[in-house]
């Protein structure tokens, strides 16, 4: 049986810093998690699918489902195999459910959360409501995109910055194993990334992004008709990221190291 990731996909994970598998899930799954999650956004909000006018915010965050179908959704052979080329067999915790959903509406408004960053991925030992990143990327194997809807170029997709989890490797070397605090290191690394060119994470129900943890990306505002349903969860390591392993994840590290000392 060949690997869900070609050799082309995976150079692409590395070189850019994320690749999409498609049908990573079957698209009818996504139609039942979607029914499903909009019966929860209209019992919190009164939203109503076939009248927009009831859409009165631009996102509505729901914090988790670990229901069958979105268990079934995130333990499927193909993304498990996936997951086995870029993180290693043995090297990832699989998902118990899934979540958080940034359900994005039309709407005039700016939802106010679209800011470019690098997410983060272990609390603070001072202040536990506050998140860290370090080059071992501790607690975040990588950041994985589900879509539950069509996603277009107007449907508020993330946007991505090419390549800049190279530049942002050198950066957290710095801050050694302590690593930096979230909002801080967005001053760093949103800046030393800024000519980078900008993909969208456009696709289809039951496809998947995965991404490589240091990538820089960011929301943005839905310009479309149709609400995105999407989660973002992390994949969670096993245990510490091993600079030297033969994996995609720290070959990307290693590159982006590399790059600065040339």
């Known amino acids: 049986m060949s690997e869900p990731l070609s050799t082309a996909e995976v150079d692409q994970f590395v070189e850019n810093g994320f690749v999409r598998l498609d049908r990573a899930f079957p698209t009818e799954l996504a139609d039942e998690c979607r029914a499903l999650l909009w019966k929860q956004i209209t019992a919190l909000t009164g939203a109503d699918p076939a009248d927009p006018a009831t859409w009165t915010q631009p996102v ?14 995130a333990t499927t052979d193909r993304l ?40 983060g991925s272990f609390a603070d ?7 860290r990143l370090n080059l071992r990327s501790r607690g975040r194997a990588l950041l994985m995109l589900f879509l539950f809807s069509e996603v277009g170029e107007q449907d508020a997709p993330t ?18 194993e302590e690593g930096a605090e979230f909002f801080a290191f967005a001053q760093e690394a949103v800046p030393a990334t800024a000519e980078r ?13 995965l991404v490589h943890p240091f990538l820089v990306h960011a929301a943005q505002p839905h310009h479309g008709t149709v609400p995105r349903f999407m989660a973002q969860p992390p994949l ?27």
Do not use: C, K, N
């Not at 060119?197 to 992004?209: F, R």
């Open 60 to 73: 509505v965050r729901i914090d988790g489902r670990g229901d069958a179908p979105f268990q079934t959704a």
């Open 80 to 119: 498990h195999g996936a997951l086995d080329q870029l993180v290693g067999p043995g090297g990832w915790h699989p998902r118990v459910g899934l979540g958080t959903f940034p359900i994005r509406f039309p709407h005039p408004e700016d939802p106010g959360d679209t800011g470019w960053h690098v997410e």
């Open 125 to 131: 030992p001072t202040d536990p409501s506050r998140y």
């Open 159 to 176: 946007m991505v910055r090419v390549g800049s989890h190279l530049d942002v490797t050198p950066l957290l070397e710095g801050h050694g």
């Open 197 to 209: 060119p900008v993909a969208l994470a456009t696709g289809s129900p039951g496809d998947v992004y």
């Open 236 to 262: 969670v390591p096993t245990g510490g990221l091993d600079l030297d392993a033969p994996t995609p994840v720290a070959e990307a590290i290693r590159r982006g190291l590399a790059a600065r000392q040339a």
